[in-house]
């Protein structure tokens, strides 16, 4: 990157494009100023030091509220220097007035992705375009670093999952770290379980036609054919909705989890699931 790609003078013309658009991509630090303002030749070179020190991690958008007094009123400046972060498009923190160096950069330690954090936007990227074993091996690097990393946890749950491994996964869930992911997480036992207790027995189990309906559906999932699997669940179901407490139903529900309340199949199962129970 040039200085120029990661140090920029923003007005209202290019503001849509260079710091809302941009802050999709990567954090973007607006530094509101003026000429005249004595704090502001104090702040400014500094946020433009570290700028150029993180070589692009954020991109330094300066906007001169003399010339754009619109962008101000628009943010809510006060006073100035005024700091925003802006991330997806939203200010999601921010400072007003000069500050001392140790004090600017603790904050931007704070609102800026680590490398972990980009790491673990790389692996979950990994998983998003089903890239399992790749996305498998970038989970366990980062809980590797950090065994109570809850999102790397999850994603390594949902990794395994996809490739049908049911044991790691349920020996992970057992012992999931604490965070918010935790609730899914929970979600996600009931598959899970029921590819451990497929794996148990190679041979059907005898005596139960649904139990064989339900270690085939299992057995479906391993092999990657989770349409075919949520088919024979559903069926299950609609032999009987009450089956082991509506333990098909759960794993119906931890597919849904997996795949991502956006699916397709999600959707059309989801529906379908709904006109069986109700």
């Known amino acids: 990157m040039t200085l120029s790609e990661f140090i920029l003078d923003v007005d209202e013309s290019s503001f849509g494009d260079a710091v809302l658009l941009r802050s999709h991509?990567?954090?973007?630090?607006?530094?509101?100023?003026?000429?005249?303002?004595?704090?502001?030749?104090?702040?400014?070179p500094l946020l433009e030091r570290i700028a150029i020190?993180?070589?692009?991690?954020?991109?330094?958008?300066?906007?001169?509220?003399?010339?754009?007094?619109?962008?101000?009123?628009?943010?809510?400046?006060?006073?100035?220097?005024?700091?925003?972060?802006?991330?997806e498009g939203d200010v999601v923190s921010g400072f007003t007035g000069a500050q001392a160096e140790p004090a600017v950069r603790q904050f931007l330690q704070r609102v800026l992705p680590s490398e972990s954090d980009e790491v673990l936007m790389e692996a979950q990227s990994l998983l998003v375009t089903r890239h399992w074993p790749e996305a498998e091996g970038a989970f366990q690097d980062l809980l590797f670093e950090d065994e109570e990393n809850a999102s790397a946890a999850l994603g390594l749950v949902k990794a395994l999952?996809?490739?049908?491994?049911?044991?790691?996964?349920?020996?992970?869930?057992?012992?999931?770290?604490?965070?918010?992911?935790?609730?899914?997480?929970?979600?996600?036992?009931?598959?899970?379980?029921?590819?451990?207790?497929?794996?148990?027995?190679?041979?059907l189990p005898e005596g139960?036609?649904?139990?064989?309906?339900?270690?085939?559906?299992a057995r479906l999932v391993k092999l990657g054919n989770i349409p075919a699997a949520m088919d024979?669940?559903?069926?299950?179901?609609?032999?009987?909705?009450?089956?082991?407490?509506?333990?098909p139903k759960d794993i119906l529900l931890a597919i849904f989890t997996l795949l991502g309340e956006e699916d397709a199949n999600t959707r059309t199962y989801r529906d379908e699931l709904a006109s069986i129970l109700f």
Not at 68 to 82: E, F, S
Not at 185 to 201: N, Q, S, W, Y
């Open 232 to 247: 024979g669940l559903l069926e299950i179901l609609r032999e009987d909705k009450r089956y082991r407490d509506g333990y």
């Open 25 to 44: 991509d990567l954090p973007v630090i607006v530094d509101f100023w003026a000429p005249w303002c004595g704090p502001c030749k104090m702040l400014s």
């Open 161 to 203: 999952l996809m490739q049908g491994k049911g044991d790691e996964a349920l020996d992970i869930l057992t012992h999931f770290p604490p965070g918010s992911e935790w609730a899914e997480a929970e979600r996600l036992k009931p598959l899970a379980t029921v590819l451990v207790e497929a794996g148990e027995d190679s041979s």
């Open 208 to 217: 139960d036609p649904l139990a064989a309906e339900l270690t085939q559906a």
């Open 53 to 87: 020190e993180a070589g692009g991690a954020f991109l330094l958008a300066k906007v001169d509220v003399d010339e754009n007094p619109n962008l101000a009123i628009r943010y809510g400046v006060q006073g100035i220097p005024a700091v925003k972060v802006f991330r």
